[in-house]
Structures are given as C-alpha cells and as structure tokens.
Nanobody, 127 residues
C-alpha cells in the first residue's frame, strides 16, 4: 500500500524556519514525483513545490521562491521541505502527494495531477 506521512509542522514566529518531512512507504521516492501543497482555512489547496522522478526538476510557487527548498533523501525514502523566512501567510496545513507512475522533466503544481496524499501537518506562523 502506497502511503505518505508528513511531520515537522508546528508553531513558529515570523521570520523563523521549519523543515517538513514526507516519509514514503510502499514505494521508493527516488523514482517518484513528489509535490508539497498547502491549504489555509477557507482557501483552496495550492501547490507549493515539487520534485520530479529524476530529482533534477524542481518547481516552486512564486509565493515561496527563494524561501522554500525541496529535497529528497533516497536512503531515508523521504522528501523534505525546508521553509525559511516564514510569514503569517504561510500558515496552513501542508500535505505531500505523489502519483502512480513516473514523471521526468516536468513537475506541475496542479493538485489534480497527484492521486496519493498524506494526512497533512499544521504549520502556524504567529508571534
């Protein structure tokens, strides 16, 4: 069974940092495209960042470029989202997601592309 489990969320002050983890089971991340999404209260789920199956193509939403970094550790079967210079508007539940099959050279931040989702981890940025 393909499964994703997120962790690393919490309460942080504006300007602070957090690192989210997405641990995969039932498949290996080194040949899978993984996306990070977030959903704030009353808003639609939006794409934040993704990494393609090769690990060479990365994509970021304009709102997080220069502040967030996606990476993966094949040995730990884990994808990370390093978040720096956090703002109050980054407050949301963060989800990681993947899809069956592989995706090389492209990495869409379109929610409908991904079919397998984790349960999410809450990130709250507040003083």
């Amino acid at each position: 069974q393909l499964q994703l489990v997120e962790s690393g969320g919490g309460l942080v002050q504006p300007g602070g940092s957090l690192r989210l983890s997405c641990v995969a089971s039932g498949f290996t991340v080194d040949y899978s495209a993984i996306g990070w999404f977030r959903q704030a209260p009353g808003k639609e789920r939006e794409g934040v960042s993704c990494i393609d199956s090769s690990g060479s193509t990365l994509n970021y939403a304009d709102a997080v470029k220069g502040r967030f970094t996606i990476s993966r550790d094949n040995a730990k079967n884990t994808v990370y989202l390093e978040m720096n210079s956090l703002k109050s508007e980054d407050t949301a539940v963060y989800y990681c997601a993947t899809l069956r099959g592989r995706m090389f050279g492209i990495c869409p931040l379109r929610r409908t592309t991904y079919t397998i989702w984790g349960q999410g981890t809450q990130v709250t940025v507040s003083s």
